[in-house]
T-cell receptor, first 114, second 115 residues
């Protein structure tokens, strides 16, 4: 059974710091991995999708890496800003016969202080 | 703008009063699904649909119904809501699962409280 873990559960950093969020998964049989952002009580905004054959994806100040063989992904945020404060969730897409659902981690709650 | 919309965004109701949460997408996606999010339990899939008139149970389907009469719409029906269905609900859509480039898009969420 696929399990997704995110460490740390919460992180507080000063503005301007570069930071790394971690995501690990137990089964390397995935189609892709998505990183999402969730503001309190709000929806999920897709940040980056990394296909299983890819090693990394970049969007602005965000860079996500994927090491499928070791079951790990990282989300790197450069020059963090208070507006980056949110919960970040990673999710993997398991094989087709599991109903297409995403398996989510519990999230990392990020607070960027001015 | 490509998006998934949900209505209502917030709902307070009482036990036993039937309600429907609507979900619509404008991306011509075949696949749609519903999740609920609860503290400490994360996101769990309720139901999913691979196409019109094709629906199936997810991990926590008890107490819910769905229908898929049109490709763009996937309503979630609570025929007799109970307090344990108080949760934050998300609708999601994508092209058919099974492709590495397939990205899932989520709606803004519906905060449901059942008294």
């Amino acid at each position: 059974k696929q399990e997704v873990t995110q460490i740390p559960a919460a992180l507080s950093v000063p503005e301007g710091e570069n930071l790394v969020l971690n995501c690990s998964f137990t089964d390397s049989a995935i189609y892709n991995l998505q990183w999402f952002r969730q503001d309190p009580g709000k929806g999920l905004t897709s940040l980056l999708l990394i296909q299983s054959s890819q090693r990394e994806q970049t969007s602005g100040r965000l860079n996500a890496s994927l090491d499928k063989s070791s079951g790990r992904s990282t989300l790197y945020i450069a020059a963090s800003q208070p507006g980056d404060s949110a919960t970040y969730l990673c999710a993997v897409s398991p094989p087709y016969n599991q109903g297409g659902k995403l398996i989510f981690g519990q999230g990392t709650e990020l607070s960027v202080k001015p | 703008e490509a998006q998934v919309t949900q209505n209502p965004r917030y709902l307070i109701t009482v036990t036993g009063k039937k309600l429907t949460v609507t979900c619509s997408q404008n991306m011509n996606h075949e696949y749609m699904s519903w999740y609920r999010q609860d503290p400490g339990l994360g996101l769990r899939q309720i139901y999913y649909s691979m196409n019109v008139e094709v629906t199936d149970k997810g991990d926590v389907p008890e107490g819910y119904k769905v229908s898929r009469k049109e490709k763009r719409n996937f309503p979630l029906i609570l025929e007799s809501p109970s307090p344990n269905q108080t949760s934050l609900y998300f609708c999601a859509s994508s092209f058919l699962p099974g492709r590495a480039a397939n990205e899932q898009f989520f709606g803004p969420g519906t905060r449901l409280t059942v008294l």
